[in-house]
């Protein structure tokens, strides 16, 4: 079978790394805080906000949860947004999705502060990933691409020459997820595959696919990728998190979008849970970190 890429070890040291930093900024001087905002009671976004509350503590940093009922007016939910931006303990802010539909995600991201949009959301922010000159880099893309970078340098390549001879195939294009990791696969020189549901309708998904030196799967659809589709030799990063309920139990298991037995011939994969999910946390408090030493710059 593949080799397992390990989403817990890796996020275990990229946090001793954040949490020196922290250490060695509050010597400057420099703190750090993460705001998250929540609209409404959607359960997924309730937990990953508590995640992110362990994530923050334990690297020594504040976190603060903002959270406004589903009624909330644009006005009240912009006046919250305007308050953060203007708190000089608030290096970091976050949104979290979904959002009610009441309010217009587009004008919510547009009015966040660009220097504290640790999950680059405002059109400047992303554009500047667009153009390969990010300021922040979004957490999860960022984790694929922290997984798979860790993994060529562990494995001895060349990393720099094997992202330029190879293709990444990247299975979904959302604007959190797919288009960042296709941003970030064009800045390293790869040749780039981008499919979404529309190539699943056309029955050529493992056409596209099975090009992938790497595979990158972000679609949320469980067991949307097998044997037929991945490469022998590839990479295979699964970022799909789903809720799959076992009636022998009653619970539910989270699974990814990649069936089990489709990498038997890959290189490497990352499981679910335990591979890209881990590190996600870690990197946006680090992004928090990253915008509370670029505001003490301009100070
Ligand atoms: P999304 O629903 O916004 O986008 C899904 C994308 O996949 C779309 O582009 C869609 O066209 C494509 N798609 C859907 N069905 C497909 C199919 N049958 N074949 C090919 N493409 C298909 O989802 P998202 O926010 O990008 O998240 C994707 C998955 O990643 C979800 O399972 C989500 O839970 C998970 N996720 C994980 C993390 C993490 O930290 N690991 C973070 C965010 C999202």
């Known amino acids: 079978g593949p080799a397992l890429i390990d989403g817990r070890a890796r996020a275990r040291a990229l946090q001793r790394r954040v949490a020196c930093d922290v250490v060695r900024l509050a010597e400057l001087g420099v703190r750090c805080g993460l705001a998250t905002v929540l609209v409404g009671t959607d359960y997924a976004a309730g937990a990953y906000a508590r995640r ?20 909330a007016s644009r006005g009240e939910v912009l006046e919250l947004l305007a308050r953060l931006g203007d708190d000089p303990l608030v290096s970091g802010i976050l949104v ?8 217009d ?22 554009g500047l990933l667009a153009l390969g000159t990010p300021r922040f880099v979004p957490s999860t893309p960022a984790s694929v691409f922290h997984l798979l970078d860790s993994w060529l340098d562990e494995a001895g390549t060349d990393r720099d020459a094997w992202y330029r001879g ?4 990247v299975v979904g294009r959302s604007n959190n997820v ?11 020189g790869a040749t780039v595959v981008s499919c979404d549901e529309n ?28 044997a037929e589709h991945v490469a022998p030799g590839a990479v295979v990063l699964d970022v799909g998190i789903n809720p799959v309920p076992e009636p022998a139990t009653g619970r539910t298991r989270l699974v990814g979008d990649v069936d089990p037995g489709a990498v038997a011939a890959a290189w490497a994969a990352t499981p679910v849970p335990g591979g890209v999910g881990p590190v996600t946390d870690v990197w946006l408090v680090q992004n928090t970190v990253l915008a509370a030493e670029e505001a003490a710059k301009r100070r």
């Open 178 to 188: 797919g288009k960042p990791l296709i941003s970030l696969a064009s800045a390293r």
């Open 96 to 103: 979290l999705r979904p959002l009610p539909a009441h309010l």
């Open 166 to 169: 190879s293709t990444v195939c």
């Open 105 to 126: 995600e587009g004008e919510l991201f547009t009015a966040l502060d660009p220097a504290k949009d640790i999950e680059a959301v405002h059109p400047e922010n992303a």
């Open 52 to 71: 992110l509350e362990r994530a923050a503590a334990a690297v020594g940093i504040e976190h603060r949860h903002h959270h406004l009922p589903a009624h």
């Open 199 to 226: 190539t699943s309708r056309t029955g050529r998904l493992a056409r596209y696919t099975s090009l992938g030196d790497v595979l990158v799967v972000a679609a949320g659809v469980p067991g949307l990728i097998r």
